[in-house]
């Protein structure tokens, strides 16, 4: 099975939205995590999808799902109290409905809607050959290492420096014994799960993505996702 793990689980103090998780904020009267979930929805290769969510708006979350159409969502389930346990619990999840079957997992972002279903496919495929995927974004400037005095250190080759973005893919199995011994031995916030298994030494592997592939996380992002969207919605009419 290919399944879709979802995390929506955070508040998004950092957008100052008025009444409501980013995830559920509108753009072009359709929430931001709608907009993520109608890619995994439209992609054949997807037999399921999990969401872990923010507990309070599990029932707002499902009246969505039904409004637009959304039917690959088997389970949802309550965030964790940091991201890495919100992936963990839908993890879990992923695991009751895979059985014994051998299966790949894509965790995603609930607030990173501009990706496409080829993406995920492509992500499919590498993990099948490769055993995991880290979708990236190409770096357009200078990146730079530096030590705690914020002296350079090291400054890596702009060919060879990506910055790590979603879907993250791995096989389940895989992804959810490192996150199992991580939890046993305090780790509980890992910043994502391509830093978990690297810290475990698992090769790691990476796709370049679009580069419009942002998280809508402040409110530039918000304002950027939207005239995105615009655009391709006036690429539909041609003007002579």
């Excluded at 964790?80 to 695991?95: F, K």
């Excluded at 496919?121 to 055993?131: A, F, L, P, Y």
């Excluded at 893919?169 to 916030?189: R, Y």
Aim: with cysteine.
């Amino acid at each position: 099975m290919n399944i879709g793990i979802i995390f929506a689980g955070g508040v998004g103090s950092r957008m100052h939205s008025k009444d409501r998780p980013k995830q559920f904020l509108e753009i072009f009267n359709k929430p931001i995590i709608i907009h993520t979930l109608e890619h995994f929805e439209k992609n054949d290769e997807i037999d399921a999808v999990v969401i872990a969510s923010v507990a309070e708006w599990i029932s707002h979350l499902e009246m969505l799902l039904q409004k637009f159409g959304i039917t690959k969502v088997k389970k949802i389930v309550p965030g964790g109290e940091t991201g890495q346990m919100s992936i963990y619990n839908g993890l879990v999840a992923a695991r009751e409905i895979a059985g014994e079957e051998d299966s790949v997992v894509l965790i995603h972002d609930g607030v990173r809607p501009l990706i496409s279903s080829e993406l995920l496919s492509q992500n499919i495929s590498c993990v099948k050959e490769k055993g995991s995927c880290i979708t990236a974004g190409i770096v357009k400037e200078t990146i730079v290492v530096i030590n705690e005095d914020s002296k350079i250190c090291e400054v890596p080759s702009r060919a060879n420096s990506r910055v790590a973005k979603a879907p993250q893919s791995f096989w389940l199995k895989d992804i959810l014994a490192v996150q199992e011994d991580a939890i046993a031995h305090g780790q509980k916030n890992a910043i994502d799960s391509c830093t978990l298994m690297q810290s475990y030494g698992k090769e790691l592997y990476m796709i370049d993505g679009p580069y419009e592939n942002i998280k809508i996380t402040t409110p530039d992002d918000f304002f950027t996702m939207r005239a995105i969207l615009e655009v391709r919605e006036n690429e539909q009419i041609y003007i002579s």
